[in-house]
C-alpha cells in the first residue's frame, strides 16, 4: 500500500471501512505528518493529539463490534477545523489577540455533525481574524503559507485547512464560506473547493451573518475526495455515487464581469487569463459549448456587501480595553459598523435581495457560469497587510498597513467570489493551470464554475469530467 497520506480521502475510506488500516494508525500518521511539517507551514493554531488518539481508539473499538456496512460514512477519517469553529475543550482563538483564548464548552453543529459521520478531529487551523479577510494571517500564531512555495499566502479564511490538504496533512478539510473562504483557498493551493448552495448544510451556518452568506463545504485534492465530506455534510444525498454519472452537455457562458469593477478596477492577470483558457479547452473537449456571457451588476453592491460582510465584527463582543489588539482592518470595520444605524443595515439587506433576484436571472441564461477563480497569483504573505516579508511577530497595535488599502487588494484578488455568496447559489473551483511547466512545479490557477441552486452534484460532476 502507498502512503497513508498518498491515498486519496476515498481510498483512506475504504481502508478504514475495510479493517485494512486502523482509526489509530492513521490519526497517528496524520498527526506525524503535522509534528513534522507544519513547523515551516503554520497551517494548524492547535493540535489536539492526546484526544485525537482516544477518539481513534474509540472508533476501533466500534469497528470491531460492527459491520462495515453499518459504520459512519467518515469513520476513523482524520481532519481540521478552521479556529473559528467551536470544539469542546480546545481553545477557539477567532484569530484575535483581542479576545481571551478559553476552551470552547460545546461542539459547534458542524463539528458535532462530523464527529457523528465518524471523522476524528485533529486539531484547529490558521484563520484571519474573525475571518475577514482572503489571507490567513493574524497576530497570534504564524501566517498560513503554501505548500508549493511558502513565500506566498494559503488564502483565506480557511487557509490553514487548505495548506493541511495540500500538504497532505490531511485528507480533506470543511471549510466555512461566506465570501470566497472556501473557494479562495482552494484555487491558491491547487485543490478542489465547493461552495454549496445556502440552506443545504445548515451545519454550517453562522450566527451575526444577517444576509446568510456562510455555508460550509469541502476543500479536497480531487472531486470525488469532495463528494465523500459532501456525503457526510448533507446525509442521504449520494453525491460520491453520482460521480459515475456524465454530465450532460452543458451551456457554459464565460465572463470576466465582476460587481467590483466600478469601484475597485482591476485586471486579470496573465496567469489568470491562462487558466481560464485551459478551462475553456477542457470543457470544449468534454463536449459542452462555451460561449461569452455578458452580466451586468449594480455598482451599489460593493458598499451594500460590505455592509452585510462587517455586520458580525461590529456585535463581536469585545472588552473596550482590548480593542487595541484588533488588528487595523478588523478595528476599522468594527468602528464603521457599529458607527451604521439598523436602517442602513436594513437598506443593504433589501438591496442584497434585489441583488439575489437580478443576478439569478441573468445566469439562467446558461447552465452554468465559468470565470477565474481568483484575478491574480497566490499573493507573498505579508503582502495585504504591508508586513515585512509577513515573517514577524508585530505587535497587533503596530501591525502597519492601510485598512481600506488592504481590503481594496482583496477584493482586486478575488473579485468573483462574494457575488455568489449573495447569491445563494452553488459554485465549485479547479485546479486547472499550473505556472511552471507541469502540474505541481509552480504556482496553481484554477477557474471557478457557478451554478443554479440544487447543482452542487452537477459541479462535482463536471470537475470529475475533467479529470479532477
Not at 62 to 74: E, G, I
Not at 183 to 190: E, H, L, Q, S
Not at 220 to 235: E, I, N
Amino acid at each position: 500500500m502507498a502512503e497513508l497520506h498518498e491515498l486519496s480521502a476515498v481510498a483512506l475510506r475504504d481502508a478504514l471501512h475495510s479493517g485494512e488500516v486502523s482509526a489509530k494508525d492513521a490519526t497517528a500518521h496524520f498527526l506525524a505528518r503535522v509534528e513534522q511539517h507544519n513547523p515551516l507551514l503554520g497551517a494548524f493554531v492547535t493540535v489536539t493529539a492526546e484526544h485525537a488518539l482516544r477518539q481513534a481508539l474509540a472508533a476501533d473499538a466500534r469497528r470491531s463490534q460492527t459491520p462495515a456496512s453499518a459504520l459512519p460514512v467518515l469513520h476513523g477519517m482524520p481532519l481540521a477545523f478552521k479556529d473559528l469553529t467551536d470544539v469542546a475543550g480546545v481553545v477557539t482563538t477567532h484569530g484575535s489577540a483581542a479576545l481571551d483564548h478559553k476552551p470552547a464548552p460545546a461542539d459547534a453543529p458542524l463539528v458535532a455533525h462530523l464527529k457523528e459521520a465518524g471523522a476524528i478531529s485533529l486539531g484547529k487551523t490558521q484563520v484571519p481574524e474573525f475571518g475577514l479577510t482572503a489571507y490567513s494571517e493574524n497576530r497570534i500564531a504564524p501566517p498560513s503559507r503554501n505548500p508549493h512555495a511558502l513565500s506566498r499566502s494559503s488564502g483565506g479564511s480557511s487557509g490553514g485547512s487548505a495548506a493541511a490538504v495540500a500538504a497532505n496533512l490531511l485528507p480533506f478539510a470543511p471549510g466555512t464560506d461566506g465570501g470566497g473562504s472556501v473557494r479562495i483557498p482552494a484555487a491558491a493551493c491547487g485543490l478542489v473547493g465547493l461552495k454549496p448552495g445556502r440552506g443545504l448544510v445548515p451545519a454550517g451556518e453562522s450566527q451575526g451573518d444577517p444576509a446568510r452568506l456562510v455555508v460550509a463545504g469541502p476543500l479536497a485534492r480531487s472531486a470525488a475526495d469532495a463528494a465523500l465530506m459532501m456525503d457526510a455534510l448533507v446525509p442521504g444525498a449520494a453525491f460520491l455515487d453520482a460521480l459515475a454519472q456524465e454530465p450532460p452537455r452543458l451551456r457554459i457562458g464565460v465572463t470576466l464581469d465582476s460587481p467590483w469593477s466600478g469601484t475597485f478596477p482591476f485586471t486579470a492577470e496573465p496567469e489568470a487569463l491562462e487558466a481560464l483558457e485551459a478551462g475553456e479547452k477542457l470543457l470544449e473537449h468534454a463536449g459542452h459549448s462555451v460561449t461569452e456571457a455578458s452580466i451586468r451588476y449594480d455598482n451599489r453592491y460593493p458598499d451594500a456587501f460590505t455592509t452585510a460582510w462587517t455586520a458580525g465584527v461590529g456585535a463581536a463582543r469585545i472588552s473596550p480595553q482590548r480593542e487595541a489588539l484588533l488588528a487595523p482592518l478588523t478595528r476599522t470595520f468594527r468602528r464603521r459598523a457599529q458607527q451604521r444605524s439598523p436602517a442602513k443595515l436594513a437598506e443593504a439587506l433589501a438591496f442584497l435581495r434585489q441583488f439575489q433576484q437580478d443576478t439569478v436571472t441573468q445566469y439562467a441564461q446558461w447552465d452554468l457560469l465559468l470565470m477565474p477563480a481568483l484575478a491574480q497569483t497566490p499573493r507573498p504573505v505579508g503582502w495585504f497587510t504591508g508586513t515585512a516579508h509577513g515573517d514577524e511577530r508585530w505587535p497587533a497595535t503596530q501591525w502597519p498597513g492601510d485598512a481600506d488599502g488592504d481590503y481594496r487588494k482583496q477584493c482586486e484578488y478575488a473579485p468573483w467570489s462574494s457575488m455568489v455568496n449573495v447569491c445563494g447559489l452553488p459554485a465549485i473551483t479547479v485546479p486547472v493551470h499550473w505556472t511552471g511547466n507541469a502540474a505541481g512545479s509552480g504556482l496553481p490557477m484554477g477557474i471557478q464554475l457557478v451554478g443554479p441552486m440544487g447543482s452542487e452534484a452537477l459541479l462535482l460532476r463536471v470537475a470529475h469530467q475533467l479529470g479532477f
